[in-house]
């Protein structure tokens, strides 16, 4: 099995930072990719940004020089810095890994059971 514990949502003004962590383990061999996405009420699930075991990036044009995503590859940790957060930035965040299980032969897509951050004056 494969779980994700997921840390750092919350209510925050206009202007404002939080950071999200996410942790996943379980019988993992390697993870390929990690990554945030979110989903808004009545909106589809998009991408935020990723980041491979190589730490090459890849964020979203609309959060692009707000948000940071790093990774701690020894503990299987992704984490992702938002800091001048707006109001549309107020969605459910879902933690993703992209995962080849121990003994497995296939990469399988993991999601944390997600966050909920509200940007709110």
């Known amino acids: 099995q494969v779980q994700f514990v997921e840390s750092g949502g919350g209510l925050v003004q206009p202007g404002g930072s939080l950071r999200l962590s996410c942790a996943v383990s379980g019988s993992i061999s390697s993870i390929l990719v990690m990554g945030w996405y979110r989903q808004a009420p009545g909106k589809q699930r998009e991408l935020v940004a990723d980041i491979t075991s190589d730490k090459d990036t890849n964020y979203a044009n609309s959060v692009k020089g707000r948000f940071t995503i790093s990774r701690d590859n020894a503990k299987n940790m992704v984490y992702l810095q938002m800091n001048n957060l707006k109001a549309e930035d107020t969605a459910v965040y879902y933690c993703?890994?992209?995962?080849?299980?121990?003994?497995?032969?296939?990469?399988?897509?993991?999601w944390g059971q997600g966050t909920q951050v509200s940007v709110s004056s």
């Open positions: 993703n890994a992209q995962i080849k299980r121990t003994g497995g032969l296939t990469i399988i897509s993991y």
